[in-house]
């Protein structure tokens, strides 16, 4: 018997797609009840996606369900975009705490709160959110994560396709429009947590010398500007097409690392120039001191770094059974020449099947220790047998 199963079905009757895909992914486990289940929906009427989740869930009769709408959905070894459709992730957890939880936000004399977070645990070992874009702060609230959860964070945002108020969350028996929703596992989870952000460094890498909150005003003690013009001159033809389209700033995440490639940064967008003060404004706040990288992304710099990754993880386990996938929606066919890209590379580098998730405005996991939200990355939370030197590892 197999411990997970995908299914994925297109139709237009959503109701009738959830039911199939439901039916795919509880095969594999042989009549035995999962004990988490996972259901994303890709369709225009918020109504017929509410319809559908309440489907899936009645036919998995997991013991918890969650879920969200989204602008496309993944697996049975393929990415369907934009498409009414269903993908249904079962998972079969022997001995594994499942604690679900719905976030919201409520004003306070003292602003925003958010409430629903579940106390930790010591057996806690990883947690699973997804959240919508229009009513939940999710980049703060990853980041305080790292401190009130103290879990590796895996998810993604979630989307509605008539805008505020149109998404739709799982959870158990309930459908929501608004917040988050997610689940916390502990005890012998067996699960290891990693983002692919799709990058790779170009020119060298720079002290931050000057900063004044998310400005870079000097590198290297040049005014930045300067030297992202001084940098741009010595690339090839073509990275300084990649750069022109959307050049990206790595944060390194180890100061003390004596060399920093691929992999070893955060990566985070150009917001803009502030051409007035030779300043670069980057989506963070870089802290004079701190060492940066210039960083372009292509299909075949993303493709690199995702099968890497894969390497890695495959190193950490001595079997691999099943994954959750949370893939940026500016990945799949707008990205590589399929949809079908990141799903089919993990289930060649990891050697499963077992693999679902949907296509994100916004990917949640850990860098450099810390849970981060992310864009054009595809984040993943891979389970298995944990090799016995890695059972303490991120997610163990």
């Keep these: ?41 890709c369709g225009s009427d918020p109504d017929q996606v509410e319809a559908a989740m309440h489907r899936a869930a009645s036919v998995l009769r997991a013991r918890t369900v969650i879920g969200c709408s989204a602008s496309g959905v993944i697996g049975a070894a393929q990415g369907v975009e934009a498409t009414s459709s269903v993908s249904v992730w ?96 502990g005890g012998p989870v067996g699960a290891q947590a990693m983002v692919s952000q799709g990058c790779r460094p170009v020119g060298p890498a720079m002290t931050v010398t000057a900063s004044e909150g998310n400005l870079l005003l000097e590198l290297a003690g040049t005014p930045a500007i300067q030297k992202l013009e001084q940098i741009m001159s010595t690339l090839s033809t073509d990275d300084q097409a990649l750069a022109s389209a959307g050049l990206q700033v790595g944060v390194a995440m180890d100061e003390y690392a004596e060399e920093h490639e691929r992999g070893d ?33 292509d299909a075949a710099s993303a493709d690199d770094d995702l099968r890497a990754m894969l390497i890695s993880l495959r190193r950490e386990f001595t079997a691999v059974e099943g994954a959750l996938l949370f893939s940026c929606n500016g990945r799949g066919s707008n990205l590589f020449t399929s949809a079908d890209h990141d799903v089919l590379a993990m289930r060649q580098g990891l050697s499963t099947s077992g693999i679902a998730g949907f296509f994100a405005s916004g990917e949640i996991g850990p860098v450099g220790g810390r849970n981060h939200l992310h864009g054009f990355s595809a984040s993943v939370l891979v389970f298995g047998s944990p090799r016995p030197d890695n059972e303490d590892g991120d997610g163990g």
Excluded: W
Aim: proline fraction near 6%; hydrophobic fraction near 50%; charge should be negative.
């Design 90 to 185: 079962a998972a079969v957890l022997p001995g594994v705490r499942v604690r679900a939880f719905h976030l919201e936000v409520i004003r306070t004399p003292n602003g925003m709160a958010i409430l629903g977070l579940p106390e930790g645990e010591d057996a806690d070992e990883v947690a699973v959110l997804v959240a919508d874009p229009y009513s939940f702060p999710a980049d703060g609230f990853v980041e305080q994560a790292n401190d009130a959860l103290a879990l590796p964070l895996v998810g993604g945002m979630a989307t509605g396709t008539r805008g505020p108020g149109s998404t739709r969350l799982l959870i158990d028996g309930r459908v929501v429009d608004r917040g988050a929703v997610g689940v916390v596992l």
């Design 1 to 41: 018997m197999a411990r997970f199963g995908d299914g994925l079905a297109v139709d237009a009757d959503l109701v009738r797609a959830a039911e199939a895909a439901a039916i795919a992914a509880r095969t594999p486990l042989r009549g035995v009840r999962p004990d988490l289940a996972c259901v994303f929906v």
């Design 265 to 297: 940064f955060l990566v985070r967008g150009i917001l803009g120039l502030d051409k007035a003060r030779d300043a670069i404004a980057i989506g963070d706040v870089v802290p004079v001191g701190r060492t940066v990288r210039f960083q372009v992304r």
